[in-house]
């Protein structure tokens, strides 16, 4: 066995505990080895909290082995003065001679002046560990910062047949196309990004509240787009309770740039289906997922085309079928 990959999985694992609490700081893991033994281990568990780095080598019970251990990040140590010291400092503090690197940190007051810091102070440093696996642990923070956008994903349900809603006049409702484990599902990823996103017609036709009342988490900030000022007072995306911005100008590109100056480093776009296909058509996505609903509507309001572009599918457990797209970093 490649003990390298055994730790630096143990790192990934470890990083995965920071989910909820770590954004919008990145999801890292840190695991201290001594003679072939964990002897720390640690994640980033909140946002302004001590680093992955600093509760590893907190948790080593006898300090003086940190002179003759590797410590295992998941992600490039910090080398600047945030909320925290920087940890490339706390592990030359320590003398641990040895340091394992998943990724480079791509936020510019780092990207590689952490490595720097702890070559120069002769410690021995190697990148590259499970390097992709640890860039897609943290594929939000990293598209935030590479691209200057947020990290999209885009979501919708549909029939079988290709159509997102069936033809209906205002006083109609809309199709319900998911069940309530599905929905509770949704409600996940909406706790898991820090905007959602609906069109101009989504909001006059089915008044969303765009919040995740079904999972536990703060609710996203609500977007909409209203360049003909259509848009009521009485809509739900208006009634205060939750954060909300809605653009009267400006295209996709713009929009998602005032998002990247808001901090917002991951956004959920809902719909409809012309808002999912300006996405889709300008490049501007990075995830999709799909649920196909089991019955046929015959026509109606078509789904967004999509390029087969790592397309994966599979069955959430009440056997409804999920398409899920990603693209390339």
């Given amino acids: 066995m490649n003990y390298e990959l055994k730790y630096m999985q143990r790192c990934i694992q470890l990083a995965k505990c920071g989910v909820m609490g770590a954004p919008p700081n990145p999801m890292v893991g840190a695991v201290v080895v001594h003679e072939g033994k964990i002897i720390g281990e640690g994640f980033h568990r909140r946002c302004g909290g001590p680093h992955a780095e600093v509760n590893a080598i907190r948790s080593v019970r006898d300090e003086s082995l940190l002179k003759d251990s590797t410590i295992y990040v998941s992600l490039e140590p910090c080398s600047h003065y945030g909320k925290t010291p920087p940890c490339a400092d706390l592990i030359i503090e320590k003398q641990i001679p040895r340091v394992v690197v998943g990724c480079l940190d791509p936020f510019a007051k780092v ?121 009521s007072e009485s809509v739900h995306l208006k009634d205060g309770t939750v954060p909300t911005v809605i653009y009267h100008t400006g295209n996709l590109r713009e929009i998602l740039g005032d998002l990247y100056k808001r901090g917002i480093q991951s956004l959920m776009v809902e719909g409809g289906a012309r808002l999912l296909q300006h996405f889709i058509d300008e490049g501007l996505w990075d995830e999709a997922r799909v649920e196909i609903a089991p019955f046929c509507l015959g026509r109606g309001v078509s789904v967004p085309q999509m390029k087969e572009e790592n397309l994966r599918t599979e069955l959430s457990e009440d056997s409804r079928k999920i398409l899920n797209y990603s693209r390339e970093m």
């Fill in 111 to 231: 990207n590689g002046q952490g490595i720097k810091k702890l070559r120069d102070a002769g410690i021995e440093v190697e990148v590259g560990v499970l390097e992709k696996e640890c860039l897609e642990l943290n594929k939000r923070f990293i598209t935030f910062h590479r691209q200057h956008r947020p990290f999209v994903t885009l979501k919708w349900a549909q029939s079988e047949d290709g159509f997102m809603d069936a033809e209906r006049s205002k006083s109609d409702k809309p199709v319900k196309f998911s069940t309530t484990f599905t929905q509770t599902l949704v409600h996940r990823m909406r706790a898991m990004h820090q905007a959602i996103m609906v069109g101009t017609r989504t909001v006059l036709t089915d008044n969303p509240t765009l919040t995740n009342r079904l999972w536990e988490g703060p609710d996203p900030l609500r977007v909409s787009i209203d360049r003909k000022g259509v848009l």
